[in-house]
């Protein structure tokens, strides 16, 4: 019998043609390829798959183990990715990965897996490697470039310690901790007596080395738990665990002060010798950071003026003076925003019980306490010289007031 096939001889002719078209296609293409069997060794390998990989031609890089083309610190996630594959458990897998190039060059792949199913029903894989070496480079400065200015805006650039940003969440953090974790610490606001002076005899460069070897010295003595920071110029913050007493904190301000007064500093023509002031405030349920820093801020000025070269705790009396410099501050405040206004007190004739006059009275209202009567805070408006801008604004709004009076 005769049969006419030059129908089926044509679609297998036309079918091998799209094969080699395929494959030729597959072997130009930028993107690197490779067959792997379901033990990982690699049956072909492209043009480009050989130059990812970093080899010379094909026969470089077929019969080896797709692993030997991983760097080790990339096996476990390529193992899991085709693992995957090869189990049934997944069609396809991608990963970013570590290469071992067969020139020794580092380089990164983007490898994408597809599983493939032979004629004997064994699985294997495609497995398509993109070089993505310039991108994982570009990313890795630009983390490093973040990394640096993270740190250039929570460290002090001369001393590598803490600055007052990375301080100030330090001590958030302390306060912030569940009653059953949290301990009493104490904030000590620490400053080198006569620095001015050496930097303007000495040098600026003297100077920064003197705060080099003081932030040294000082970091040598703390614990790791404790924390040294500096807040700006010569001043230096210390945050450090206490037994809950005045006493212990004082004891151990005294000791960082001996630390530096007992021992002089080495700079370039010599010695130095300089002393140390603090300023100490202990942590309180209801401290907050901003308020320790200023608190122990206030007992190291109290200190200098006692003498220098000493620890100043504070206390009720630098706790008043804190409430009135506070108050000095707002009072101006207050006067722009219109909230220092007056009260009107009737003045009674009482032969007849008839309103003859009446006293205004300057009140400020504030949004936490109410109206603070006048008496809380007149004497300081004159210490600070804001009395007559106070009683011009009173006498302002009487004016306005008074053809409405009865």
Known sequence: ?????????????????????????????????????????????????????????????????????????????????????????????????????????????????????????????????????????????????????????????????PNRVLAVEAIDSLLTRPNAHRQPFAVLYCDLDNFKFINDEYSHEVGDDLLVQLSRRLRARLGEEEILGRISGDEFVVVLPTSGTADDAVARANDLIRLIADTPFTVGFGRVFTSLTVGIALATPNSTAEDLLRDADLALYAAKSDGRGRARLFDEPLRHESERVNIARSIGDALIEGRITAWYQPVIRLVDNTVVGFEALARWQTDEEGDWAASSWISIADEVGLLAPVGEQILDEVLTMLPRLP
């Open 1 to 161: 019998s005769i049969r006419d096939a030059s129908l089926m001889t044509g679609l297998r002719s036309e079918n091998e043609e799209v094969r080699a078209l395929l494959a030729d296609a597959t072997d130009k293409s930028p993107v690197g390829q490779v067959l792997a069997a379901a033990d990982l060794r690699i049956m072909r390998a492209t043009d480009a798959a050989v130059r990812v990989l970093g080899g010379r031609s094909a026969g470089d890089i077929v019969d080896h183990d797709l692993l030997d083309f991983i760097a080790t610190t990339g096996h476990a996630d390529a193992k899991a990715a085709f693992g995957r594959i090869l189990r049934g458990d997944a069609y396809s897998a991608e990963a970013d990965l570590p290469l071992r190039r067969l020139d020794g060059e580092p380089s990164w792949g983007h490898v994408v897996a597809r599983s493939l199913r032979r004629s004997d029903g064994e699985l294997a894989m495609s497995v398509q490697i993109i070089d993505i070496t310039a991108r994982v480079s570009a990313e890795k400065l630009a983390a490093a470039a973040l990394a640096d200015l993270e740190y250039r805006s929570t460290h002090d650039p001369l001393t590598g310690l």
